[in-house]
T-cell receptor, first 116, second 116 residues
C-alpha cells in the first residue's frame, strides 16, 4: 500500500491552455474524490466517483472541468481554457467501502497549478 | 448547508505547552467529524475522527470529543512538540447524499508553530 499518488506535483501553464492531472488511489479503494484548495482556505469538494461512475459534482465544477475514472482505477481531472482563478492545489482522496454513516478518506500530496 | 468554523491562526506555542484548537460545526443529521493535519510540503493526513456523539478520537497524543450539544469538536494536546508544527483542519462528513458520497466540508485551517 503506497498511498494515494498524484501527478504532476506542480504545473505551470499559460492562461487559455488545457491541463490534465492524474490520481492513482489506494488499490482496492472504490471511492474517489477530487477537492480544490486555495491559499489560506480549506479544501472544497469538486466531484466524487464510485468505481467508474461519477455520481456527484459540485457547483464549483464548471463546464471547463471534466473528470473521468475509466475502469474504476486511476482518475484524471482536465481543465480546459485555464483561467488565473483556477490557480490552486488540486487534491485527490480515496476511501474503501463506507462503513456505517461515513467513510475515511486518504489524501494524496496534491497537484499545485499556477496559471500565468 | 454544512459548515465548519475553526479558530483563526496562526497559533504560536512553546514546546510542552497545552494546545487547544476550537472547532464548531453546522450540519443536518448526524455528521462524522475529523481532524486532518498538513505538515509543510506534504499532503493532508488523517489525525483522528469521531463518528457519533460523545465519541473521543485520539492519536499521537491529540484528542477531540464529539459534543453534539455544543456542536463542537475541539482539538487538544497536553504537551506539544516542535514536530507538531503544521496546519490543522477540522472537517465534517455529512450523511450520504443519496449518491453514496460522504464529501468532506473543511474549516479554513489553523497554523500551529511550536518553538523550542
Amino acid at each position: 500500500d503506497t498511498g494515494v499518488s498524484q501527478d504532476p506535483r506542480h504545473k505551470i501553464t499559460k492562461r487559455g491552455q488545457n491541463v490534465t492531472f492524474r490520481c492513482d488511489p489506494i488499490s482496492e479503494h472504490n471511492r474517489l474524490y477530487w477537492y480544490r484548495q486555495t491559499l489560506g482556505q480549506g479544501p472544497e469538494f469538486l466531484t466524487y466517483f464510485q468505481n467508474e461512475a461519477q455520481l456527484e459534482k459540485s457547483r464549483l465544477l464548471s463546464d471547463r472541468f471534466s473528470a473521468e475514472r475509466p475502469k474504476g482505477s486511476f482518475s484524471t481531472l482536465e481543465i480546459q481554457r485555464t483561467e488565473q482563478g483556477d490557480s490552486a492545489m488540486y487534491l485527490c482522496a480515496s476511501s474503501p467501502r463506507a462503513s456505517g454513516n461515513t467513510d475515511t478518506q486518504y489524501f494524496g500530496p496534491g497537484t499545485r497549478l499556477t496559471v500565468l | 448547508g454544512n459548515s465548519v468554523t475553526q479558530m483563526e491562526g496562526p497559533v504560536t506555542l512553546s514546546e510542552e505547552a497545552f494546545l487547544t484548537i476550537n472547532c464548531t460545526y453546522t450540519a443536518t443529521g448526524y455528521p462524522s467529524l475529523f481532524w486532518y493535519v498538513q505538515y509543510p510540503g506534504e499532503g493532508l493526513q488523517l489525525l483522528l475522527k469521531a463518528t457519533k456523539a460523545d465519541d473521543k478520537g485520539s492519536n499521537k497524543g491529540f484528542e477531540a470529543t464529539y459534543r453534539k450539544e455544543t456542536t463542537s469538536f475541539h482539538l487538544e494536546k497536553g504537551s506539544v512538540q516542535v514536530s507538531d508544527s503544521a496546519v490543522y483542519f477540522c472537517a465534517l462528513s455529512g450523511h450520504d447524499s443519496g449518491a453514496g458520497s460522504y464529501q468532506l466540508t473543511f474549516g479554513k485551517g489553523t497554523k500551529l508553530s511550536v518553538i523550542p
